[in-house]
T-cell receptor
Framework: AQKVTQAQTEISVVEKEDVTLDCVYE???????LFWYKQPPSGELVFLIR??????QNEISGRYSWNFQKSTSSFNFTITASQVVDSAVYFC????????????FGTGTSLTVIP | ETGVTQTPRHLVMGMTNKKSLKCEQH?????MYWYKQSAKKPLELMFV???????ENNSVPSRFSPECPNSSHLFLHLHTLQPEDSALYLC???????????FGPGTRLTVT
């Protein structure tokens, strides 16, 4: 069965600190895709990244970076030098060949960056 | 308009009312989705449409009725709702698997 676990419900950091959001997934497929989304207070989920199961290279985009480790079934997201605008709920999601268009979302991590 | 739009953004309705939520995508995608997001609960997938055909219906009560007249438009018709149906209703679109979904801003629904 497919499952995404985000064990951190809420995190608070002081501005300019680094923060890592954890995501652990379960799937029996060898081909699957992982995603991160940001949901600011306005409500709209904003797509951040898609990663396929065959590409384990870490990715960096500005202050954002992602660490994909198949050995531990994790796809963690790090924000470097956090800013107040990073305050949001962050969701990790999984889709695989078995479920196709259906995404499995984690329960989200609420990040608060304190100025 | 760009991306995914939803109207109305806020809706208050009584339990005996009938209303509809509208979603439109301007991305040329061929799959569209309705999600429900309640406070303190995970995102719940309600319906999936691929090329206008419904492919998923995750045990959603019949008081929610989707309609997809074409690949760009998606409606959610509401009737005889319950207070527990109060939530943020999100629409999304994508190319078919394995591509990312793009979300609209949501409709905040309150059932009184």
């Amino acid at each position: 069965a497919q499952k995404v676990t985000q064990a951190q419900t809420e995190i608070s950091v002081v501005e300019k600190e680094d923060v890592t959001l954890d995501c652990v997934y379960e799937t029996r497929d060898t081909t699957y895709y992982l995603f991160w989304y940001k949901q600011p207070p306005s409500g709209e989920l904003v797509f951040l990244i898609r990663r396929n199961s065959f590409d384990e290279q870490n990715e960096i985009s500005g202050r954002y970076s992602w660490n994909f480790q198949k050995s531990t079934s994790s796809f963690n997201f790090t924000i470097t030098a956090s800013q107040v605008v990073d305050s949001a709920v962050y969701f990790c999601a999984l889709s695989d060949q078995n479920t196709g268009n259906q995404f499995y979302f984690g329960t989200g991590t609420s990040l608060t960056v304190i100025p | 308009e760009t991306g995914v739009t939803q109207t109305p953004r806020h809706l208050v309705m009584g339990m005996t009312n009938k209303k509809s939520l509208k979603c439109e995508q301007h991305l040329g995608h061929n799959a569209m989705y309705w999600y429900k997001q309640s406070a303190k609960k995970p995102l719940e997938l309600m319906f999936v449409y691929n090329f206008k055909e419904q492919t998923e219906n995750n045990s959603v009560p019949s008081r929610f009725s989707p309609e997809c007249p074409n690949s760009s438009h998606l409606f959610l018709h509401l009737h005889t709702l319950q207070p527990e149906d109060s939530a943020l209703y999100l629409c999304a679109s994508s190319q078919t698997y394995p591509y990312e979904q793009y979300f609209g801003p949501g409709t905040r629904l309150t059932v009184t």
